[in-house]
């Protein structure tokens, strides 16, 4: 794609300005738990439909439209379009609804407005460029593996298998307003268990007639930390937590079974594989020493792999970055502790990829962190970027120069 053919596209941006912030409005006035997204891939589908476009749905609310535009490289970007169950304490004038209890809270309708302004320049103006692009809204990111879904709703057979795949996370960080760019690893790996204790119900004042696995699930929840710190590697990233402890109704009661929440996070595949091995093993022996009546339960509730980031992909897209915003606004970044599922989608075909951190605030880091009552990124320009982001990814690998 031509430096000045890429100019022409944004400058496009500039006639859509208006539309595109009340349709981020919309998306974020309308939140939707993950799975949950109905009203939203709706309006998503429409948008694409109003571009001519054909739309294919893929695990209930996920929507993908393919735009075949002659000879080129196949780039495939994700955007996902799932809110969280928090309701939105912020002063904007058009925030969700508190009653919801829904919200926004990690900017999926920053992401989902940026592609559908970018598919927008792209599909009004195809003479500036060559190639196709896949415009891929992933349902279900925070809670619903909408990753997998897609991909086991036949995603491989049913798309052109891409040469590139890019995605992209708006967050409160530095440089603000800028671009965060992490060669290699950029989150960890992790999984999600529910993990059942049992025990023998009794009296508290015969616990010699019951067997309480409540001093056992205490005993769990210390024993983790102390294998994991003495098993992995210091260096590494290696971190079981245990979120929720739930058991007992009355005090003078003891119960026959505590659930446990228990989340894994590693810095590769094979160290979150090795501490989900620990935590079984460390449950299993505290329960005999407990003298369970019965061994645990577990649970498998979700996971997904650590992002890595293709290094030559990464630096061929951050000089593209730098060339159009300058070296301030484009870092590189150290990665985050969080996770994402958005590598299952390029792992499918097994591809290249890189995912873009994008800032929307001005304060940067200081601003409202994601998952928080008040995350709202200012809409610009944290809405135009984000669309030129989507634009400037694909221009890095896609077209050829007039």
């Known amino acids: 794609m031509a430096t000045e053919n ?28 993950s799975m949950e997204e109905h009203e939203t891939a709706a309006r998503i589908e429409e948008e694409l439909k109003r571009l001519g476009l054909e739309v294919q749905t893929f695990a209930g609310t996920g929507k993908v439209a393919v735009i075949q535009n002659g000879e080129g490289p196949v780039v495939l970007f994700r955007s996902d ?21 829904k919200m926004h809270a990690c900017g999926h309708d920053m992401h989902t407005t940026a592609q559908l302004g970018a598919v927008g320049a792209l599909v009004r ?13 992933q349902p279900g990111e925070e809670a619903g593996g909408g990753a997998r879904r897609m991909v086991e709703d036949g995603l491989v057979d049913r798309l ?11 967050f409160a960080e530095d440089p603000p ?16 268990w529910k993990v059942r204790i049992h025990g023998k119900s009794g009296h508290a004042s015969l616990p010699h007639r019951s067997v309480d696995p409540i001093p056992t699930a205490a005993s769990i929840v210390t024993r983790l930390q102390a294998a994991v710190a003495r098993e992995v590697d210091p260096l590494e990233i290696a971190i079981i937590s245990v979120g929720s402890i739930n058991g007992g109704t009355t005090s003078n009661s003891i119960t026959d079974m505590v659930e446990l929440g228990i989340n894994t996070r590693a810095s590769t595949d094979a160290i979150s594989e090795q501490i989900q091995n620990i935590m079984k093993r460390v449950v299993t022996a505290e329960c005999e020493a407990g003298n369970c009546p019965q061994p645990p339960e577990f649970e498998y509730l979700d996971s997904v792999p650590v992002v890595y980031n293709d290094p030559e992909l990464t630096e061929r897209v951050k000089d593209t970055f730098t060339e159009y915003f300058g070296e301030d606004l484009v870092q590189y970044g150290p990665g985050f502790p969080g996770s994402e599922d958005f590598p299952i989608i390029p ?5 290249p990829y890189f995912f873009i951190g994008w800032s929307g605030f001005e304060e940067g880091q200081a601003g409202p962190p994601n998952h928080s009552k008040g995350f709202v990124p200012q809409i610009q320009p944290s809405l135009d970027r984000g669309s030129i982001s989507v634009l400037l990814a694909a221009a890095t690998v896609m077209g050829t120069d007039d």
């Open 81 to 101: 379009h799932d809110a969280l169950p928090i309701a939105e304490e912020s002063d904007v004038d058009y925030a969700a609804p508190y009653e919801l209890g």
């Open 160 to 170: 052109p298998r891409p040469d590139y795949v890019f995605g992209q996370h708006i």
């Open 6 to 33: 890429f100019q022409k596209l944004i400058d496009t941006l500039e006639n859509t300005r208006a539309e595109r912030e009340e349709l981020y409005k919309w998306f974020h006035q309308h939140p939707e738990l």
């Open 347 to 351: 792992n499918a075909w097994d591809v």
């Open 125 to 137: 103006n195809k003479d500036l460029w060559s190639g196709t692009f896949i415009a891929l809204f």
């Open 177 to 192: 307003y800028g671009f965060i760019f992490t060669p290699g690893r950029m989150t960890t790996a992790a999984s999600n």
